[in-house]
Structures are given as structure tokens and as C-alpha cells.
């Protein structure tokens, strides 16, 4: 079973972490001598300004960034792919309030964040961060 988008993004988040962690402990164990910065609260706000402007902090850190990102890799790779017809997607439908799932052979557009698919002679469209679970040949190879 792979493991769930959510949980690499965060892992990913995690090791990302822990790397600046380790980054600033030594910046500051070298730099530690300075009587300014030897405040915690001073040091504390400086990271963060440095942190905030790089976009770093927003970029690695956001909780659903990561995982819009990663569902549009797939279902870009799955729209091109020459073997789509093997492909289902599930989706919460919330008129019917449950997973519905639909053939990817049936995903004529992917525009922005949103799906275009034409099912029993209508044209559907889906949000991407509806998208549950990703299936091929019954296996499942992505879920959220």
C-alpha cells in the first residue's frame, strides 16, 4: 500500500525541519558571541523574519500546499499517460454525499484546479482537492 500524500508531505515537512533546525544551531553557536542575539526572543524573531521573506516558511510548511501539488502531478502524469483507459479516480461527490468513482479515459481537461470530464453524455467538473483516491487496474497507487 503506498503511503498517503498527506503523510510524504509531511515527513518531507519534518526533514526539512529538523535540517534548519541544525543549520541555525550552528549559525548561532558560531555567532552566539554577539550580546544582541544571545536574547532568545531576539534570535527567535530574527529567524522568522529570515525564514517569512526567503518563502521558505510558507512554501515547505503549508498544510495543503503540499498535497494540491502533489495530486496535480498525478492526474497531469495520468491525462497524458497511453494507458489512461487503466485508471479510475474517486472523488467526494457531495450531493451524493459518498466516493463516486469515474473512469480517467473520461478526462478530457485539467484547467487550473479542476477537472473536466464528459460521463454519460454531460460534461462533469471536479475540483481537485475532491480527489480521494487513484486506482489502477483495482490497485490503488494514490490516496489523500
Do not use: C
Not at 515537512?13 to 553557536?29: M, N
Not at 534570535?43 to 498544510?63: A, K, W
Not at 503540499?66 to 457531495?94: A, R, W
Not at 460521463?119 to 494514490?142: L, Q, T
Request: proline content about 4%; overall charge positive; glycine content about 8%.
Amino acid at each position: 500500500m503506498p503511503m498517503r500524500e498527506s503523510d510524504k508531505h509531511f515527513l518531507w515537512s519534518l526533514y526539512y525541519a529538523v535540517g534548519i533546525i541544525l543549520i541555525w544551531k550552528g549559525i548561532w553557536e558560531g555567532i552566539g558571541s554577539l550580546p544582541l542575539l544571545e536574547l532568545p526572543f531576539v534570535s527567535l524573531f530574527v529567524g522568522l523574519v529570515m525564514l517569512t521573506f526567503s518563502g521558505l516558511l510558507m512554501r515547505e510548511f503549508d498544510p495543503l500546499g503540499g498535497l494540491e501539488k502533489g495530486v496535480q502531478n498525478m492526474l497531469h502524469g495520468i491525462h497524458h499517460h497511453p494507458q489512461k483507459e487503466e485508471f479510475t479516480i474517486s472523488y467526494f461527490d457531495n450531493k451524493k454525499n459518498k466516493e463516486v468513482k469515474i473512469e480517467a479515459h473520461k478526462l478530457k481537461l485539467i484547467e487550473k484546479n479542476v477537472l473536466s470530464f464528459h460521463d454519460k453524455g454531460k460534461e462533469v467538473f471536479i475540483p481537485m482537492h475532491r480527489v480521494r483516491r487513484i486506482h489502477r487496474k483495482g490497485k490503488e497507487v494514490w490516496r489523500l
